[in-house]
Nanobody
Framework: QVQLVDSGGGLVQAGGSLRVSCAASGRTFSRYAAGWFRQTPGKEREFVAVISWDDGATYYSDSVKGRFTISRNNAKNTVSLQMNSLKPEDTAIYYC??????????????????WGQGTQVTVSS
């Protein structure tokens, strides 16, 4: 079992930066791929970024590529998402997720088994 706790959301102006983080419990977290998704009211949860279990591979959605960076620290059981050049359309609840099914770069909601509670990110224009 893995438990995830998201933190770091907030309000930022367009063009600014924000970092969201996820703290995981459970000794096997380092064996899982970890990712970030986001969701706005009335829409489906959307893939943002994923990092493989060994930090060897990352993959991003086209909408955030070049602006967001995902990283992990397996010694500390944490995953972070650094968000730069934020846009109002990045406004959403951001969720950390871990996949026990895949170790590399899954991207579908169904590929992930554990979820954080979410943290709100609001970008003002």
């Amino acid at each position: 079992q893995v438990q995830l706790v998201d933190s770091g959301g907030g309000l930022v102006q367009a063009g600014g930066s924000l970092r969201v983080s996820c703290a995981a419990s459970g000794r096997t977290f380092s064996r899982y791929a970890a990712g970030w998704f986001r969701q706005t009211p009335g829409k489906e949860r959307e893939f943002v970024a994923v990092i493989s279990w060994d930090d060897g591979a990352t993959y991003y959605s086209d909408s955030v590529k070049g602006r967001f960076t995902i990283s992990r620290n397996n010694a500390k059981n944490t995953v972070s998402l650094q968000m730069n050049s934020l846009k109002p359309e990045d406004t959403a609840i951001y969720y950390c997720a871990a996949s026990a099914q895949y170790r590399y770069t899954p991207t579908r909601v169904s590929d992930f088994d554990y979820w954080g509670q979410g943290t709100q990110v609001t970008v003002s224009s």
